[in-house]
């Protein structure tokens, strides 16, 4: 599957079942995702199959990007950085500033993008008390931050 064969759209509510299913395969925490959190994600297509995903929340200035998860025959094309681009770029318009993350398996490919380490105390209320900061990610994720 080449880059040309796939497009990136904003997700939409009847995405939820196959965006659930593709983060579950890529072994990334669902217990959080709602209808209306899709609101804020992005997901690539490849005919009328979503190969990828990746979303954001904004709390004021400080956002959590989260949930990029791209299939594993569609890995190798740039598609984990297109979706984060294209996250990036909505959570910016939105007036966010720093942006957050939480992984377990993708820090050197994140650094690449030009996220940073921090430590996981360090991320402001809004965004360490999410979920994914209380629980849902295990305390050996790592904590990145990317200035928008």
């Not at 681009?85 to 490919?109: H, I, P, Q």
């Amino acid at each position: 599957m080449s880059a040309l064969e796939i497009g990136i759209r904003p997700a939409r509510p009847d995405d939820f079942q196959a965006v659930t299913a593709l983060l579950s395969v890529c072994q990334s925490p669902t217990d959080d995702l709602t209808h209306d959190i899709l609101s804020t994600f992005f997901v690539a297509e490849s005919g009328k199959q979503i190969v990828g995903a990746c979303g954001f929340e904004v709390s004021g200035t400080d956002g959590l990007l989260r949930s990029l998860a791209v299939a594993p025959d569609a890995r190798g094309n740039r598609l984990g950085e297109r979706l984060v681009a294209r996250c990036e770029a909505a959570a910016r318009s939105g007036g966010v500033k720093n942006l957050y993350l939480l992984t377990t398996t993708a820090d050197a490919y994140l650094r690449r993008l030009g996220y940073v380490d921090v430590l996981r105390e360090s991320a402001p209320p809004a965004v360490s008390t999410h979920p994914q900061f209380r629980g849902l990610c295990p305390a050996s994720a790592k904590c990145l931050k990317k200035l928008l």
